[in-house]
RNA sequence: GCUCGGGUGGCGGAAUUGGUAGACGCGCAGGACUAAGGAUCCUGUGGGGCAACCUGUGCGGGUUCGAUUCCCGCCUCGAGCACCA
């Protein structure tokens, strides 16, 4: 390749404007008590979600979002707030530790090599972080707050008369025993099948499983002791507050399906002398239930099974307890299923239904157990199909609707007592029967599971637990952060055991006191890290009451960051965990919002060149640093910001690249000239001379654009408004430098380092301008009355088709305009011979002459 | 199957309390400058037609003086959820 000019030397100064930023400490945001806190500014937090530091460095996908937040903070800024905009390391994770595995090093060296490669890759791209408040999980400090945190939850129950939490200690007060006491925490352990890895040596979410194995390790389930965290008692509260924020109804929805409310009934029946408890959103339906299905695990189907069926019940079941999850839900397939022998009697009527177990039936769903409605409910319809069950019809569908199994809501028939309620009447009919005579009551079921906690990694952080006669206690806070120690090596062990108990001298506290070994998941330290920015180097608390009263601050909204930005992919991971984490922290008194993040914008992934998913397989993978290299640190945030809408999927273009490059460099020949030698020469068609009415227009119609824009985060078609004003500028033979400095402070959140070099080259050679760097100046107003045109363009429309155009003065009165428009040639071309029957005006737009 | 979000030139995209479709950029074509241009500048660029004009925002209807925008019915792409009783 043939040696390349830059077209503008950001090579030289855009590490200048860096180092220059970082000096000054012209980004750090003064806390409540500093010395520079000006207490009459309003705040305005902008949030990134923080990397993961991995090996590969950033991806073009991670400064999409955070050049979307920084023209925000920078803009904000200028307007006059105190902007908070931070950065830090998710440190804690897999890849470290598998690093660690195969070199024997420690994670930490890894991850700071990491760390320091992506702080690197971040300052080289120009953004106004605060970086006096940088954090990472890993760090010992953010451990310890982690920790404690960890503790609160570990020391708290939800009362249920309020349903919010309270400190453990209320209910030791009231003499409840040590396993009652347990039983309520929010941070407790249990047995729990789990996704458990042998060779990874941990345990996985479920929504990791596909992932691993995909990789090529093995996951089996097996019932393991577990930390768990009692998400499950906040989800009345995650599912209602989510109606006060500003989020992509997506995500919401996203929430709502995976926490998954569901109204209805428990219904009690008698079986052989047992009661089998099912859940029903139904009802209204009971008079329709002609069988039972239990699930294949459930505790009574021994009790229930007779001799007869004994073989074929186990056999199924054996068939069902190999399948994984996944693999009888995965692909609907057909149904199967073995009669039990056992009969139930359906509560409303006495009659007698076959007991059944299936697989379709989940043991962690409801009660596990369901009356089956075959006439009314779809997946029971097939079942009885193929079982030759009988199927009773008890909702008659509205007029029309030919449905072999009707779902929806109609009026009761064959329902003796409920017989002509409408389907919500009914409903509501039969729950009050049921609860009056104790067969059964209303409740609400929920798809959320409680949160599985304790993962049997190394690099993670350690639960500040210990353990003694077979009961766990809380460390002293005191003793946080408790760090792992280090190990020989950190090959997982093969058995379901964490592999800190491999540190032997660590866990062996003596007295038969032993650590518990079990580390946190990446989440811990993600569920909070917002609120730590706000304090971030405070050592007597977590956060200090001054600085989360006033970082976040809601002003009567739920949530306190401004703007958070990040991809879809934490929809239901870490932005339910963290807004949990708050709910917990509100309800202690330690923070005054009831969510954390007002609104929330997620950025569109950037794909490859070939409009595939960018991945090192496919080849298609851009790096930033590349184009930094070629182009520069603002050609970068420009064209991410140009491409399209922040929220839209989109495919990378180097040729794009290449166009805002050339847009930039337009501007830098605004003030700039090559001479015989090639040297860069500042121009002399500048002026201090007043603007012309065309200049300002365009100038003041920018300021009005780009800010509204920057505002609705529509940063491409501000892009587009300042090259209009680019290009006009470079027509001009005499250029006004006023109308120039306007255009780079407009300029200055998208691309700060050029809009700064060519600035300070302006200030000084007119001493007139503001001799501040743009960044520490305000935002400027525009002037109404320079947008005003005195002359416009009239568009003449016969029968809605453009026809001609005039232009006219504002002023001219409607009937003056419609003669005009009539007058046109080119308009009775098309009226002539035609009777004109209406003419709609729209002012200052356009005539439309209807004529037939 | 359900939920959400899309479908506009050769490409990324702009415009919706209904009012000039295609801003801006890329690409392409022609020209200027030049020893040269993969730099820069100027001009053109939805399709058809020499032209006047005709036509055009996934498809089919509707409302309206006027629809990319609103309503009804489809097709299609992407993302997520998926036997949740």
Redesign the pocket.
């Given at each position: 390749?043939?040696q390349r000019r830059n077209?503008f030397p950001f090579d030289e100064f855009e590490p200048r404007w860096q180092q220059h930023w970082e000096k000054n400490k012209t980004f750090a945001a003064p806390n409540p008590g500093d010395k520079n806190f000006d207490v009459k500014k309003p705040k305005f937090y902008a949030l990134d979600m923080f990397p993961y530091p991995s090996g590969s460095g950033l991806h073009v996908g991670h400064p999409e979002g955070y050049t979307a937040t920084d023209i925000v903070s920078r803009f904000k800024r200028m307007k006059g707030f105190n902007v908070l905009h931070p950065m830090g390391w998710d440190s804690f994770g897999l890849p470290a530790e598998q690093h660690a595995i195969k070199t024997g090093e420690h994670p930490r060296i890894n991850t700071e090599n990491n760390v320091n490669n992506f702080r690197r890759q971040l300052k080289s791209l120009g953004f106004a972080y605060d970086w006096d408040r940088e954090i990472a999980t890993t760090d010992p400090e953010y451990v310890k707050w982690t920790q404690w945190i960890f503790l609160q939850l570990y020391k708290s129950y939800v009362c249920e008369k309020t349903g919010k939490a309270r400190p453990i200690a209320e209910l030791e007060k009231k003499g409840l025993s040590r396993e009652e006491i347990d039983s309520r925490r929010l941070a407790f352990v249990a047995d729990t099948p789990v996704n458990w890895s042998p060779d990874l040596g941990t345990v996985l979410a479920n929504?990791e499983v596909e992932e691993w194995r995909a990789k090529g390790h093995t996951v089996e389930r097996r019932p393991l002791r577990q930390w768990m965290l009692r998400i499950t008692a906040f989800a009345d509260r995650l599912i209602d507050d989510l109606d006060g924020l500003d989020w992509p109804?997506?995500i919401k929805?996203?929430q709502r399906?995976w926490i998954?409310r569901?109204e209805?009934a428990e219904v009690n029946f008698s079986v052989g002398g047992e009661t089998v408890t099912v859940?029903?959103?139904?009802p209204d339906t009971l008079f329709g239930a002609t069988y039972m299905v239990l699930?294949p695990e459930h505790p009574l189907v021994d009790k229930i099974t007779t001799k007869t069926q004994k073989k074929a019940v186990k056999d199924y079941q054996k068939v069902c307890s190999s399948k994984s999850d996944l693999e009888?839900?995965?692909l609907?397939?057909e149904?199967t299923g073995v009669f039990t022998g056992g009969n139930a009697i359906n509560p409303v009527n006495g009659q007698e239904i076959p007991v059944w177990i299936a697989?379709?039936?989940?043991m962690g769903?409801?009660t596990?157990a369901?009356m089956a409605v075959p006439a009314h409910?779809e997946?029971d319809f097939e079942f009885a199909e193929k079982f030759k069950i009988p199927v009773i019809q008890v909702v008659q569908a509205p007029e029309g609707n030919q449905d072999k199994c009707f779902c929806g809501n109609g009026v009761a028939i064959n329902s003796g007592f409920l017989d002509g309620l409408s389907t919500p009447v009914a409903k509501q009919n039969i729950t009050e029967w049921l609860e009056e005579k104790k067969l059964g009551k209303k409740t609400i079921?929920f798809?959320l599971r409680d949160w599985l906690f304790s993962r049997q990694r190394y690099w993670g952080e350690p639960f500040p637990i210990v353990w003694k006669d077979g009961k766990h206690f809380a460390i002293d806070e005191s003793e946080l952060p408790l760090l792992a120690p280090e190990l020989e090596d950190y090959k997982p062990t093969g058995k379901p055991e964490a592999i800190l108990s491999k540190a032997t001298t660590w866990v062996d506290l003596g007295n038969g006191t032993t650590r518990e070994t079990n580390t946190m998941p990446q989440w811990a330290g993600s569920c909070w890290y917002y609120l730590r920015y706000c304090d971030a180097r405070n050592s007597d608390a977590f956060i200090s009451t001054e600085a989360e009263s006033y970082w976040l601050s809601a002003d009567g909204k739920p949530g306190g960051v401004d703007l958070y930005v990040g991809g879809?992919e934490h929809a239901v991971l870490h932005l339910l965990y963290a807004r949990f984490w708050h709910k917990v922290l509100y309800d202690l008194g330690h923070v005054k919002t009831v969510e954390p993040f007002q609104k929330l914008v997620n950025q569109g992934l950037i794909l490859g060149e070939d409009g595939q998913k960018m991945s090192k397989s496919a080849g298609n993978v851009v790096n930033p640093d590349e184009v930094v290299k070629l182009y520069g640190a603002d050609s970068l945030r420009l064209y991410e910001m140009?491409?399209?809408?922040l929220e839209?999927?989109?495919?990378w273009?180097m040729?794009?690249v290449?166009?805002?490059y050339?847009?930039l460099?337009?501007v830098w020949r605004l003030v700039f000239e090559a001479d015989q030698e090639g040297e860069w020469k500042k121009r002399t068609h500048l002026t201090e001379n007043e603007p012309d009415k065309a200049t300002n227009k365009i100038v003041h119609a920018t300021i009005k654009k780009v800010g509204e824009d920057i505002e609705n985060l529509?940063f491409?078609?501000a892009?587009?408004q300042m090259?209009?004003c680019c290009?006009e500028l470079?027509?001009l033979e005499v250029l006004p430098v006023k109308s120039l400095a306007t255009l780079l402070l407009v300029l200055n959140p998208f691309a700060p380092h050029l809009s700064e070099e060519l600035y300070g080259v302006l200030r000084k050679a007119f001493p007139k301008l503001e001799q501040k760097d743009l960044a520490s100046q305000s935002w400027p107003e525009y002037e109404p009355s320079y947008l005003i045109e005195d002359e416009i363009?009239i568009?003449i429309?016969v029968?809605?088709?453009?026809r001609d155009?005039i232009t006219v003065n504002r002023e001219i009165p409607q009937p003056e305009l419609e003669a005009l428009a009539q007058q046109s040639p080119?308009v009775q071309?098309f009226t002539d011979g035609k009777t004109i029957c209406?003419i709609?005006v729209?002012p200052g737009?356009?005539v439309?002459i209807?004529a037939n």
């Open positions: 390749m043939s077209q929504e109804e997506g929805n996203l399906n998954g569901s209805g859940f029903t959103t139904r699930a009888r839900t995965g609907a397939t149904k697989d379709y039936v989940m769903y409801g596990g369901i409910d997946r079921n798809k879809t140009f491409m399209g809408p839209q999927v989109k495919p273009s040729n794009g290449e166009g805002v050339r847009f460099a337009r529509n491409n078609t892009i587009s090259m209009v290009n470079s027509r363009e568009v429309q029968n809605g088709k453009v155009r080119k071309v209406k709609i729209v737009k356009l439309n209807v």
